[in-house]
T-cell receptor, first 116, second 109 residues
Framework: DTGVSQDPRHKITKRGQNVTFRCDPISEHNRLYWYRQTLGQGPEFLTYFQNEAQLEKSRLLSDRFSAERPKGSFSTLEIQRTEQGDSAMYLC??????????????FGPGTRLTVL | TQLLEQSPQFLSIQEGENLTVYCNSSSVFSSLQWYRQEPGEGPVLLVTVVTGGEVKKLKRLTFQFGDARKDSSLHITAAQTGDTGLYLCAGLRDDKIIFGKGTRLHILP
C-alpha cells in the first residue's frame, strides 16, 4: 500500500488553458474525494465518488470543473478555461466507508495549480 | 458560518512548553479526525475519535472528543520544533466531512 498519489505535484498554466489532474487512491478504498485549499484555509469540499458514482458536487464546482472515476479506481479532475482564481492546492483523499459509519480520509500530497 | 471553529488560529510558543488547541461546533459529529499539514503537502491523519469522552494518546499528543461529540481538543506536552505545522480538525456529519480552517502552530527553538 503506497498511499494516495496525485499527479502532477505542480502545474503552471496560462489563463484560458485546460488542465487535468489525476488521483490514485488506496487500492481497497471505495470512496474518493476532491478538495481545494487556498492559503490560510482548510480544505474545501469539491466532490466525491463512491466507487464509480459521483454522489455529491459542491456549489464551488462550477461548470468548468468536471471529475470522473470511470472504473471506480483512479479519478481525474479537469478544469476548463482556467482562471486566476482557480490557483490553489487541489487535494485528493480516499476512504473506506465502514458499517459503523466512520469514514476516515487519507490524503494525497496535492497538486499545486498556478494560473498566470 | 464556519461549522467547525478552530482556536487559536495562530500559536507561537517556545520549545518545551505545553499547549492546547480547540475544535468547536454547535453540531454533533459521528466522528472527528485531527490532521497535521506541512507547507506544500497534503494533510496527514493523526487520529480519529468516535465515542463521546474518548481520549487518545499519540506520544506527546493527547486528543479528546467532547462528551456530546460537538468539540475536541489537542494537547501537546513539551512541544518540539518538529511539531510545527497546520493542525486541522475534520468532523463527519450526515455522511460529509467538514474541515475547520486550522490552527497554525510554530514552535520556536
Amino acid at each position: 500500500d503506497t498511499g494516495v498519489s496525485q499527479d502532477p505535484r505542480h502545474k503552471i498554466t496560462k489563463r484560458g488553458q485546460n488542465v487535468t489532474f489525476r488521483c490514485d487512491p488506496i487500492s481497497e478504498h471505495n470512496r474518493l474525494y476532491w478538495y481545494r485549499q487556498t492559503l490560510g484555509q482548510g480544505p474545501e469540499f469539491l466532490t466525491y465518488f463512491q466507487n464509480e458514482a459521483q454522489l455529491e458536487k459542491s456549489r464551488l464546482l462550477s461548470d468548468r470543473f468536471s471529475a470522473e472515476r470511470p472504473k471506480g479506481s483512479f479519478s481525474t479532475l479537469e478544469i476548463q478555461r482556467t482562471e486566476q482564481g482557480d490557483s490553489a492546492m487541489y487535494l485528493c483523499a480516499s476512504s473506506f466507508l465502514r458499517a459503523s459509519g466512520t469514514d476516515t480520509q487519507y490524503f494525497g500530497p496535492g497538486t499545486r495549480l498556478t494560473v498566470l | 458560518t464556519q461549522l467547525l471553529e478552530q482556536s487559536p488560529q495562530f500559536l507561537s510558543i517556545q520549545e518545551g512548553e505545553n499547549l492546547t488547541v480547540y475544535c468547536n461546533s454547535s453540531s454533533v459529529f459521528s466522528s472527528l479526525q485531527w490532521y497535521r499539514q506541512e507547507p506544500g503537502e497534503g494533510p496527514v491523519l493523526l487520529v480519529t475519535v468516535v465515542t463521546g469522552g474518548e481520549v487518545k494518546k499519540l506520544k506527546r499528543l493527547t486528543f479528546q472528543f467532547g462528551d456530546a461529540r460537538k468539540d475536541s481538543s489537542l494537547h501537546i506536552t513539551a512541544a518540539q520544533t518538529g511539531d510545527t505545522g497546520l493542525y486541522l480538525c475534520a468532523g463527519l456529519r450526515d455522511d460529509k466531512i467538514i474541515f475547520g480552517k486550522g490552527t497554525r502552530l510554530h514552535i520556536l527553538p
